[in-house]
């Protein structure tokens, strides 16, 4: 029978036996709803290098579908006693599981208790597999356009990767990820991690525990207990297991007997935009070293077409010849013809300014003073800013002395003082503490709670005094709750805006496992909502949890809730437990609003529950004039 047919057919009666199970399921959505997910999710991009390599007559070489097999037979990689049945799709070998150590405290700032008990890692291999040292620009963009493509899948990204030119790869990174909310980590090993003295276990370990559990939007190193971020870091040593150092920066991460996270030098994009990538790099750039008696002809070939951009590197603070006028004036031409030059030291820690005249000299010629940019840094930020076809000359010159992820240390960060509040000032007197590392441990231990608390009074003023004196506005309160979940809890837009402005991620999951964006669904804010899901912010729970919530906010005819999930993406068709929709519900129980507002929005009242019924024929049972006259104009109109 048809649905028009059998609408015109009226009101039937049904089975008592059904009637009950349908009164018990509806009255389940007057008590609660499934409890949050506990696992945190990280796609792994194995694109080469030592770690995953094995011997073969006494070298290394990397092998095809050999890491995840190897990865398997590790326990500790891969916790199968853990696994609940039907927890995850069976076909999937390449899924592992990493149980976490829930009784032990992981760091001193972020409370155990917003941590996920496991970590949920799929692997996905490169084909061919690379030695690092045969990385090019198309492999760049090769593992940025896979983070694009699973983006919104996963919680956190670990690239596997070979050492010697790691840190180019997470320079590049850093700059062709634009609005980067989630942490993306690169490691490796100096040994195949499949031998007994490994150093790649626990690098390996370590960047899973990092991109699992901890919201940094940065791309980073990780390497020998310590996570850099990765535009700051060089390969400082061939051999030793301590491969790589950040000689201007401290560690964003410490991995001790505590994980000691460094909240208040993460670097946040102030941005409302969605993530993105441009993969639009310049290849025409290259790296100058300054030595005694270089000649004119050896930088005039150097700087030919199609030579786009270089960076120099001089001698101590940025030092060049001044008593070489033809090397200035080779500079100066260079300058006229478009090419973008910038100033580097040659030293591997310090900074490039003018403060010698042999300094001063180029930049009278139109060098750029690049800071205490890494080489690393410097070369793939040039590639990155010259590959923006859309900036003019001039503005490309501007935003290669600006900076755009955290590579080099401006006067602000320089100048920055721990003891600059007064209030942390005030409270380390009371408490007769000394120490900058007892006054650390009060600024971790107050700031967070003061900044939710101007969150909730939406004290913007009071929030900007926090930040400036140090405070991490993403910081996580005893709840794992940022301002800006408080934010979007109280509806407060302005804040709303100003911490996405600041660079405050949308992605950060509280102990309860949810995002802002629940806070904001739950409010009814819609407003907000909008903002959110503009800024990239998605629906973290699965398709039944959400159809559950639904099914409840239908019981109890709300219509914003309802109105607040369809906004934030949730499928107004999606069914229960009992393949029920939230019409099946709002019908049973006689929530007109609810009922008309679903229809209004095109939900299908022919979709069957577990009983076999249509929200159509519980509306016919129960002899709802009122909405199966809306449902019989649809199907007329339709």
């Not at 929030?463 to 005893?478: D, S, Y």
Request: charge should be negative; proline fraction near 4%.
């Amino acid at each position: 029978m048809s649905a028009k047919n059998e609408m015109n057919g009226g009101a039937s009666s049904l089975p008592a036996t059904i009637v009950e199970g349908i009164q018990n399921s509806a009255a389940y959505y007057r008590q609660g709803s499934l409890s949050a997910k506990t696992d945190s999710t990280v796609l792994v991009i194995y694109t080469g290098g030592t770690i995953g390599m094995v011997n073969q007559n006494g070298s290394y070489r990397p092998l095809a579908n050999c890491m995840i097999s190897k990865l398997r037979a590790l326990p500790i990689f891969n916790s199968a006693a853990f696994q609940q049945p039907g927890s995850y799709k069976e076909d999937e070998d390449n899924l592992l599981v990493l149980q976490l150590d829930t009784n032990s405290e992981q760091g001193s700032v972020r409370p155990p208790a917003a941590s996920p008990n496991r970590v949920a890692y799929k692997i996905i291999e490169f084909d061919p597999l690379l030695d690092s040292s045969n990385m090019a620009i198309s492999d760049w963009i090769k593992i940025a356009e896979c983070i694009k493509e699973h983006y919104d899948e996963y919680d956190g990204f670990v690239v596997l990767h070979g050492t010697d030119t790691m840190a180019y790869t997470a320079s590049a990174l850093s700059f062709m990820f634009e609005n980067l909310g989630k942490p993306v980590i690169l490691t490796g090993s100096q040994i195949p991690i499949y031998e007994t003295r490994s150093d790649g276990r626990n690098n390996f370990l370590d960047s899973l525990i990092i991109a699992g559990t901890y919201a940094i939007p940065e791309v980073m190193v990780c390497f020998f207990e310590k996570v850099y971020r990765g535009n700051r870091c060089i390969k400082a040593d061939a051999d030793g297991f301590s491969a790589f150092a950040s000689p201007n920066m401290p560690p964003l991460v410490q991995l001790q007997v505590k994980i000691k996270v460094d909240y208040s030098s993460i670097f946040c994009q102030g941005t409302q935009e969605k993530f993105s990538i441009s993969t639009n790099m310049c290849p025409n750039v290259g790296l100058l070293r300054l030595f005694p008696g270089i000649t004119t002809q050896t930088v005039r070939a150097f700087l030919q077409p199609p030579v786009q951009g270089v960076v120099l590197q001089t001698y101590g603070a940025g030092n060049a010849p001044n008593n070489r006028p033809d090397l200035l004036l080779l500079f100066k031409e260079a300058y006229n013809w478009g090419v973008i030059i910038v100033n580097i030291s040659q030293c591997t820690k310090g900074n490039v300014g003018a403060s010698y005249a042999t300094g001063a000299a180029l930049g009278d010629a139109g060098v750029i003073f690049g800071g205490d940019m890494t080489p690393e840094a410097a070369l793939t930020k040039l590639a990155y800013v010259l590959g923006k076809d859309t900036w003019s000359l001039d503005f490309k010159r501007k935003m290669m002395a600006r900076n755009l992820r955290g590579e080099l240390t401006t006067v602000a960060q320089a100048n920055m003082s721990i003891t600059d509040s007064d209030l942390i000032d005030s409270v380390a007197k009371y408490m007769s503490l000394s120490t900058r590392e007892e006054i650390v441990k009060v600024k971790g231990a107050i700031y967070p709670c003061l900044l939710c608390a101007a969150a909730k009074a939406n004290d913007i003023p009071a929030l900007e005094k926090l930040r400036v004196t140090g405070g991490h506005l993403g910081a996580t309160n005893q709840d794992g709750r940022t301002p800006l979940h408080i934010a979007c809890r109280e509806g407060h837009i302005n804040m709303v805006h100003y911490l996405l402005n600041h660079g405050v991620s949308v992605h950060v999951r509280d102990c309860r496992r949810e995002t802002p964006l629940q806070d904001a669904i739950e409010g009814g804010h819609l407003d907000i909502i909008r903002v959110l899901v503009q800024t990239g912010a998605l629906l973290q729970q699965n398709t039944m949890e959400v159809a559950v919530k639904m099914c409840c906010a239908a019981a109890e005819n709300n219509v914003k809730e309802i109105e607040a999930w369809i906004l934030a993406g949730a499928d107004f068709n999606s069914q229960d437990y009992d393949k029920r929709t939230p019409l099946h519900v709002a019908v049973n129980l006689g929530c007109t609003d609810v009922t008309k507002f679903l229809l209004s929005q095109g939900a299908d009242f022919n979709i069957k529950d577990v009983f076999g019924l249509t929200a159509l024929k519980i509306a016919q049972s129960l002899n709802q004039t009122q909405v199966l006259a809306v449902m019989n104009s649809l199907l007329q109109n339709s």
